[in-house]
């Protein structure tokens, strides 16, 4: 898409767009009652009643000038998207609870946001409370690098109270102001390219997919491709469920005619004739058939892919995202971390925190190609789970000495890694079912060892490697289990394949990386 994008290189074609914003912020701090507050004060649209779908996105208007809005709040569902590829975002408003100051997750958000270099506009919520504090507030924000405009920096406060709809106004304003520095820019006079925001289906009208168009103009009746779905666009409605023949760039538009609900952060592309379209999915597939495992869109980074780039001197940073058990040993670390490498090659810790290492560091991870440490903390398993989807290299230490060694030894180009591979079981494929939601699952029996829910799989066809991958799920009867054990029988889904045959066999196994 950015390649797309970058190529137009003549300027005059470009017109002015709407700002695309993000709410991000703590839990409970407001950013929900915030979204509604925006939606039902610039309602412009009267004759639809006022009513706005939700549709995942919608737009505004101030004096004239549109803000668009993501209607998922919070950075999970903002890394998540540029985890597959997807920036569409240019401004996170940061929602910080008055009462409530700077909480672990206003944290992370913050230091999403930077990750992706996104700039952050300050909504300083819940104001009307007895127990606002904005001077401790600005005091924390201080503390974690946000200088606001009348403490001498440059980050934007807005005073508001989402919940009695005060300071909206001035926030709007104020979002205008910030993105209007960076003069957003885009050609609506071509073929429309952007990112998938929602997908859903409806009992009345199918597959209803939201997307924001970030270059040209889609319209009814174009033919579109979502990595590997296509379709023709047979109707599109705007935020207030009203139709509208096209959508121009910042535009969301709710789009009916697709076959498949498509990913959230995929991007679409519109092409001249379904023949085409059609060629470009089946190129796609057979791409993925030939390498068999699944990659996804932004190739995460191993350590070791990334001492291999150092090595080649592609790459000037090593990106990392730590967390430990105890305040008292992150300071150390980060410490020694920084004094690693030289002024060509550092070390940059996109976020660090305590406690377990949570599905939103992996995400985080994922997006900005770094790798997660974890000092003396593991990953939770939705965390362990999505760091084998994504392929993050996940790491536990339990000796600083150790962990910075090695993390000098990496930005030195002198890791070699050594891998140890054990097979943990066998199980054959003895008939294949197809479960809604879930898709094609094999039943199977276990024929040697146990199987495991955690391990990495090889469907094996007459010998031969058809697919490699991770356990979606594993089943006995209707029960989820973690292991299954010789001479049993189980149901077992397989993440991006179900194409099983009868006799497959399936392959568990554990790779370790055994210290060189
Ligand atoms: P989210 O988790 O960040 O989406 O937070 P919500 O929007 O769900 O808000 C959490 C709670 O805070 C709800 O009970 C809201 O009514 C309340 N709340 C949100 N904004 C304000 C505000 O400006 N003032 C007060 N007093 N309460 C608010």
């Given at each position: 898409?950015?390649?797309?994008?970058?190529?137009?290189t003549?300027?005059?074609?470009?017109s002015?767009?709407p700002?695309?914003?993000t709410v991000?912020?703590h839990?409970?701090?407001?950013?929900?009652?915030?979204?509604?507050?925006?939606?039902q004060t610039n309602?412009?649209?009267?004759?639809?009643?006022?009513?706005?779908?939700?549709?995942?996105a919608?737009?505004?208007e101030?004096?004239?000038?549109?803000?668009?809005?993501?209607?998922t709040?919070?950075?999970?569902?903002f890394?998540?998207m540029?985890?597959?590829?997807a920036?569409v975002?240019?401004?996170?408003?940061?929602?910080?609870?008055?009462?409530?100051g700077?909480m672990?997750q206003?944290?992370?958000?913050?230091?999403?946001?930077?990750?992706?270099?996104?700039p952050?506009?300050?909504?300083?919520?819940?104001?009307d409370?007895?127990?606002?504090?904005?001077?401790?507030l600005?005091?924390?924000l201080?503390?974690v690098?946000?200088v606001v405009?009348?403490?001498?920096?440059?980050?934007?406060?807005?005073?508001?109270s989402?919940?009695?709809r005060?300071?909206?106004?001035?926030l709007?304003?104020?979002i205008?102001?910030?993105t209007?520095?960076?003069e957003?820019r885009?050609n609506?006079?071509?073929?429309?390219?952007g990112?998938?925001?929602e997908g859903?289906?409806?009992?009345?009208?199918?597959?209803?997919?939201?997307?924001?168009?970030?270059n040209?103009?889609l319209?009814?009746g174009?033919?579109?491709v979502?990595?590997?779905?296509?379709?023709r666009?047979?109707?599109m409605?705007?935020?207030?469920?009203q139709?509208?023949?096209?959508?121009?760039?910042?535009?969301?538009?709710a789009?009916l005619?697709?076959?498949?609900?498509?990913?959230?952060?995929e991007?679409?592309?519109v092409?001249?004739?379904?023949?085409?379209?059609?060629?470009k999915v089946?190129?796609?597939l057979?791409?993925?058939?030939a390498?068999?495992?699944q990659?996804?869109?932004?190739?995460?980074?191993?350590?070791?892919?990334?001492?291999?780039?150092?090595?080649?001197g592609k790459?000037?940073?090593?990106?990392?995202?730590?967390?430990?058990d105890v305040q008292?040993s992150l300071?150390?670390?980060?410490?020694?971390?920084?004094?690693l490498?030289?002024?060509?090659?550092?070390?940059?810790?996109l976020h660090?925190?305590?406690g377990q290492?949570?599905?939103?560091d992996?995400?985080?991870?994922?997006?900005?190609?770094?790798?997660?440490?974890g000092?003396?903390?593991?990953?939770?398993?939705?965390a362990?789970?999505?760091?084998?989807?994504?392929?993050?290299?996940?790491?536990?230490?339990?000796?600083?000495?150790?962990?910075?060694?090695?993390m000098?030894?990496?930005?030195r180009?002198?890791?070699?890694?050594?891998?140890?591979?054990?097979?943990?079981?066998r199980?054959e494929?003895r008939?294949?079912?197809r479960?809604?939601?879930?898709?094609?699952?094999?039943?199977?029996y276990?024929t040697?060892g146990?199987?495991s829910r955690?391990?990495?799989?090889?469907?094996?066809?007459?010998?031969q490697?058809?697919?490699?991958g991770?356990?979606?799920?594993?089943?006995?009867?209707?029960?989820?289990v973690?292991?299954?054990?010789?001479?049993?029988?189980?149901?077992?889904?397989?993440?991006n394949?179900?194409?099983f045959?009868e006799?497959d066999?399936?392959?568990?196994?554990?790779?370790?990386r055994?210290?060189a």
């Open positions: 898409l950015r390649e797309r994008i970058c190529e137009i003549d300027m005059s074609n470009l002015p767009r700002p695309v914003v991000l912020g839990v409970d701090h407001g950013k929900t009652t915030l979204l509604d507050a925006i939606r309602v412009v649209d009267t004759e639809a009643g006022g009513i706005t779908q939700r549709i995942g919608y737009q505004v101030v004096d004239g000038r549109k803000i668009t809005f993501l209607d709040p919070g950075h999970e569902a890394t998540a540029r985890a597959r590829g920036q975002t240019d401004l996170a408003v940061l929602v910080v609870a008055a009462d409530d700077v672990p206003t944290r992370e958000a913050i230091d999403h946001a930077r990750a992706a270099k996104v952050i506009l300050v909504a300083m919520n819940k104001i409370k007895p127990n606002a504090n904005p001077e401790l600005k005091q924390q201080a503390d690098g946000l405009e009348d403490w001498g920096g440059d980050v934007i406060c807005v005073p508001i989402a919940k009695f005060r300071g909206i106004g001035d709007l304003e104020n205008l102001l910030v209007e520095v960076a957003l885009a609506p006079n071509c073929p429309a390219v990112t998938v925001v859903k289906v409806d009992r009345n009208k199918g597959v209803i997919a939201t997307v924001l168009v970030q040209g103009t319209r009814v174009d033919m579109i979502i990595d590997t779905i296509y379709g666009v047979r109707a409605f705007d935020d207030k469920g139709p509208i023949k096209e959508a121009t760039p910042a535009t969301p538009a789009v005619g697709l076959s498949e609900v498509p990913p959230v952060g991007v679409f592309e092409f001249e004739s379904e023949r085409e379209a059609r060629a089946e190129e796609r057979a791409a993925r058939q390498t068999t495992t990659t996804a869109p932004v190739k995460a980074l191993t350590l070791d892919d990334i001492v291999s780039q150092i090595k080649a790459v000037k940073e090593l990106n990392l995202v730590l967390k430990a008292g300071e150390p670390i980060i410490k020694s971390l920084e004094q490498g030289n002024e060509d090659l550092r070390v940059h810790i660090y925190g305590i290492i949570s599905e939103s992996v995400m985080l991870a994922a997006a900005s190609q770094a790798i997660v440490i000092f003396a903390v593991d990953p939770d398993n939705a362990r789970r999505l760091a084998e989807q994504q392929g993050v290299d996940v790491r536990r230490y339990d000796v600083i000495y150790t962990l910075i060694e090695e000098d030894l990496a930005l180009g002198l890791l070699e890694p050594v891998y140890k591979e054990t097979v943990l079981g199980a494929v008939a294949v079912f479960i809604p939601k879930l898709g094609r699952v094999a039943g199977c276990v040697e146990t199987i955690d391990a990495r799989v090889r469907v094996l066809r007459a010998g490697k058809i697919f490699e991770v356990v979606h799920s594993l089943k006995r009867f209707t029960e989820d973690k292991e299954v054990q010789a001479g049993f029988e189980c149901g077992v889904g397989l993440d394949f179900g194409d045959q006799k066999v399936l392959e568990f196994y554990k790779k370790e055994v210290t």
